[in-house]
């Protein structure tokens, strides 16, 4: 069974630039989190997507946004980008009713 | 500005020691805790985890243990080996209940990890 996957998994943008990440699911899971890794602040929840609809947000600025298609991808997109963006964007998977969460391998963006 | 990093715990074993990674979590309403490993250029892999119903639970070498009283959450690996070495998280899920009324585990809130060093 083939594992989460993000592209790309390098990105280098410049400031006020926007961005858009790419999650794929594992077959079968409805359910797809979005997490910022950062050294100053750690792992952070961005939001959950189930079943196309956004069911829980966390405390970032709109900048931040997301989706999910009828097939579970999701992308995440990042308008007007700041040097403090630059982070590792993880996506996790999970059949969405308590199940564990799977994680890719994440995305690099470097915001220069 | 320069930016300031966590200052992540260390443990530093031996190959075969047991290793014993400790969290303190903070909400009193969490139910459900998970153990993650993460290597470097790797995503988080989960190691084990625990529902708010149990004090503890094993697996492979991995026993986690919850002390709500205390909201105290540990992590023992047996016969550590160099291929443990990695930066080990732990999380909680306190997110509130989706508009959907499901249960949503989709949002969880993690330690700020522990950086394991296994020396052979």
């Known amino acids: 069974k083939a594992g989460v996957t993000q592209t790309p998994r390098y990105l280098i943008k410049t400031r006020g630039q926007q961005v858009t990440l790419s999650c794929s699911p594992i077959?079968?899971?409805?359910?797809v989190s979005w997490y910022q890794q950062t050294p100053g602040q750690g792992l952070q929840f961005l939001f959950e997507?189930?079943?196309?609809?956004?069911?829980n947000k966390g405390n970032f600025p709109g900048r931040f946004s997301g989706r999910q298609f009828s097939n579970s991808r999701s992308e995440m997109n990042v308008s007007t980008l700041e040097l403090g963006d630059s982070a590792l964007y993880l996506c996790?998977?999970?059949?969405?009713?308590?199940?564990?969460?799977?994680f890719g391998p994440g995305t690099r963006l470097t915001v220069l | 500005g320069e930016s300031v990093g966590l200052h992540l715990p260390t443990l530093s074993v031996q190959e075969g020691d047991n290793s014993i990674i400790n969290c303190a979590y903070s909400n009193s309403a969490s139910d459900y805790f998970i153990w993650y490993k993460q290597e470097s250029g790797k995503g988080p892999q989960f190691i084990i985890d625990?529902?708010?119903?149990?004090d503890k639970r094993q697996g492979q070498r991995v026993t986690v243990l919850l002390n709500k009283t205390v909201k105290h959450l540990s992590l023992q690996i047996a016969a550590t080996q160099p291929g443990d070495s990695a930066v080990y998280f732990c999380?909680?899920?306190?997110?509130?209940?989706?508009?959907?009324?499901?249960?949503?585990?989709?949002?969880?809130?993690f330690g700020q990890g522990t950086i394991l060093t296994v020396h052979p």
């Open positions: 999380a909680e899920n306190r997110g509130p209940p989706p508009r959907d009324g499901g249960t949503s585990y989709g949002k969880l809130t």
């Open positions: 625990i529902r708010s119903n149990m």
């Open positions: 077959s079968g899971h409805r359910s």
């Open positions: 997507y189930f079943s196309e609809t956004q069911r």
């Open positions: 996790a998977s999970s059949l969405g009713q308590g199940g564990e969460q799977f």
